[in-house]
């Protein structure tokens, strides 16, 4: 038995009881799953009756266990009959009453926000522009030629833009310090890879020199021990390379390229230039209408959806540090910022990136957007020739969360093409 309470954008807090009789039924149900961790004298493992258990162990031994299966099946059939209850967040529980005559359970769920649509159609929207430069693909053409340049020993003081090799050993008030020595490093000058200033005092050197270059070590260093300290290294500078670029013309073309001409190489450069831009300026501009729809429109954003939002971004980031071999208290030592600080930053985005997404949904319900299923077949076939697989094995291979990722993939792609029909695009 269950009472339903819908509270103001939604909310909707729920009173599910349980009878005694059904308490029984689901403490035999976590009986029938736990038994066998129970080992008691006279009885073989797994064989030993729930009464035998509950007197050794307590009455209570197998309420927790029977608690997670009555929630989870009696919140199931609920979610079921009551459609119009749309959870966007997890369920917060609270026992009223937890004994053997029985259980209440207090539930607050976080229902689908109520969305006032405003306008989304016949909106002027200013599409993305840019053009390839002669500048970009330079720097394109650059790029090509940094991949093979080749480096040459040079016998004359460092400047910018040289690599050093170097030996060094770092102190603080006359102690060395742990991680301040190395041995024949080589370091761009310009890099920025060293601490400030560091560089810039090895600009003039030579090779067999020795100088003391001196630095001051940042308040937000993450290093507790080093920050806001003065350090002296003791450098020795053995050798200066100078970066030579290869020759701007035909024979660079050819090395790079599948072409004989320089012309002609700079010419395919600038046509996938141009198709990447297109790309780019595309989706700038679907980006552009969707922010323009959600200005139209108010939503109330709940603050559970809010704090699941930021928690999925500090997950993301903290994913995105681990491939620098960072963790996030690294970061945050670095920075000087406090884990509270790194949420609330997210706060806005978080907003934004939870309404977007509930108005989209909205709309696509509104405006009874699907898909059909040779779209999704017609999807897979697609995606399947690219790993040289049939449609139907690669089906197959596929889970339901994967299906679900290319359902999605289709709906937004007719989303923003109904967006781009409905809404001028100047």
Request: glycine fraction near 6%.
């Given at each position: ?328 208290q690294d970061y945050l030592n670095q920075t000087g910022l406090t884990i509270e600080k790194l949420r609330e930053e ?26 059909k299923e040779t779209e999704l077949d017609e999807k897979i076939s697609e995606i399947a020739s690219k790993y040289k ?38």
């Amino acid at each position: 038995m269950y009472t339903i309470e819908k509270g103001n954008n939604n909310l909707y807090n729920i009173v599910i009881t349980i009878n005694k009789n059904e308490w029984n039924d689901y403490v035999d149900m976590a009986y029938e799953r736990t038994k066998g961790k129970f080992n008691v004298s006279g009885f073989r493992k797994g064989k030993v009756p729930r009464k035998v258990i509950e007197q050794n162990y307590g009455t209570s031994i197998f309420y927790d266990d029977a608690l997670d299966v009555a929630f989870g099946e009696q919140y199931e059939k609920l979610l079921a009959k009551e459609t119009q209850i749309e959870p966007v967040s997890s369920p917060e529980i609270k026992l009223g009453k937890f004994d053997e005559s029985g259980v209440v359970i207090n539930v607050k769920v976080q229902g689908t926000p109520e969305i006032n649509l405003g306008t989304y159609k016949g909106l002027e929207i200013e599409s993305a522009k840019g053009e390839v430069t002669e500048e970009k693909i330079d720097a394109e053409i650059n790029q090509q030629r940094e991949k093979i340049s080749r480096f040459e020993i040079v016998q004359r003081k460092a400047k910018m833009g040289d690599f050093v090799t170097i030996d060094f050993i770092g102190s603080t008030d006359g102690v060395e310090f742990e991680g301040g020595q190395a041995e024949n490093y080589r370091l761009e000058l310009g890099s920025k890879s060293f601490i400030d200033n560091f560089e810039n005092q090895i600009v003039g050197m030579e090779a067999e020199e020795t100088k003391i270059v001196k630095v001051a070590f940042p308040e937000n260093y993450f290093s507790a021990e080093l920050k806001g300290k003065n350090a002296e290294f003791k450098v020795t500078l053995k050798k200066v390379e100078e970066k030579q670029l290869p020759e701007l013309n035909d024979e660079f073309a050819s090395n790079v390229s599948e072409f004989d001409k320089l012309a002609d190489y700079k010419n395919d450069i600038k046509k996938h230039l141009e198709e990447s831009l297109e790309v780019q300026l595309n989706r700038e501009t679907d980006n552009r209408i969707i922010d323009a729809v959600v200005a139209e429109t108010e939503i109330q954003v709940p603050e559970s959806m809010v704090s699941l939002q930021i928690e999925d971004f500090v997950k993301d980031f903290e994913t995105r540090l681990s491939y620098q071999s960072l963790t996030l208290q690294d970061y945050l030592n670095q920075t000087g910022l406090t884990i509270e600080k790194l949420r609330e930053e997210q706060r806005e985005h978080a907003i934004k990136s939870v309404k977007t997404r509930l108005l989209l949904e909205k709309i696509i319900k509104t405006e009874n957007l699907e898909v059909k299923e040779t779209e999704l077949d017609e999807k897979i076939s697609e995606i399947a020739s690219k790993y040289k697989k049939s449609p139907e094995d690669y089906k197959k291979s596929l889970n339901e969360r994967e299906l679900i990722y290319f359902e999605n993939g289709i709906l937004m792609d007719k989303l923003i093409k109904f967006l781009r029909k409905e809404n001028n695009i100047i």
